[in-house]
């Protein structure tokens, strides 16, 4: 392990992105970071079983991407700038995946916030 990361496991809600993680997760990292090019939304809101089977996703990530779990995507060790494609394709706020990360509705959260008006 790296030594920058000793004890990371004991700190509640952190999922470290490392090289080994970056490896593991190469593929469906680059499947989220492809959405930056038109042809490849196009695809993936036409045919997602064809985008998914293109990408070679494993089924385990199929299914996170299909219920749009974004802590479960963090989780498996999607790297956030990249989920961030995915966001805007699945036409949701930043402040929805927020709120649906920690496990509460938007309103929910909304009201932990200093501007709970916000949207």
């Known amino acids: 392990m790296n030594p920058q990361l ?14 080994r993680t970056s490896i ?8 989220f970071w ?4 038109a042809e490849n939304r196009e695809l993936y809101l036409a045919d997602p079983e064809r985008a998914f089977e293109q990408a070679g996703l494993s ?3 199929r299914r996170l991407v299909r219920e749009q779990d974004w802590i479960g995507l963090i989780r498996h060790g999607v ?3 990249v ?3 995915f966001v805007r ?4 706020s930043n402040l929805e995946v927020y709120a649906a990360m920690r496990g509460e509705t938007l309103e929910a959260f909304l009201q932990t916030r200093r501007v ?3 949207r």
């Not at 593991?24 to 499947?31: A, G, S």
């Not at 492809?34 to 090019?37: M, Q, V």
């Not at 394709?89 to 949701?92: I, M, Q, S, T």
């Open 34 to 37: 492809g959405l930056a090019r």
């Open 89 to 92: 394709v699945a036409r949701k």
């Open 79 to 81: 790297n956030f700038f």
């Open 83 to 85: 989920l961030e494609k």
């Open 24 to 31: 593991r997760t190469l593929r469906i990292n680059r499947f």
């Open 116 to 118: 709970p008006d916000a």
């Open 59 to 61: 089924e385990h990530e």
């Open 6 to 19: 000793e004890g990371i496991e004991s700190i509640e809600g952190t999922y470290p992105f490392d090289l």
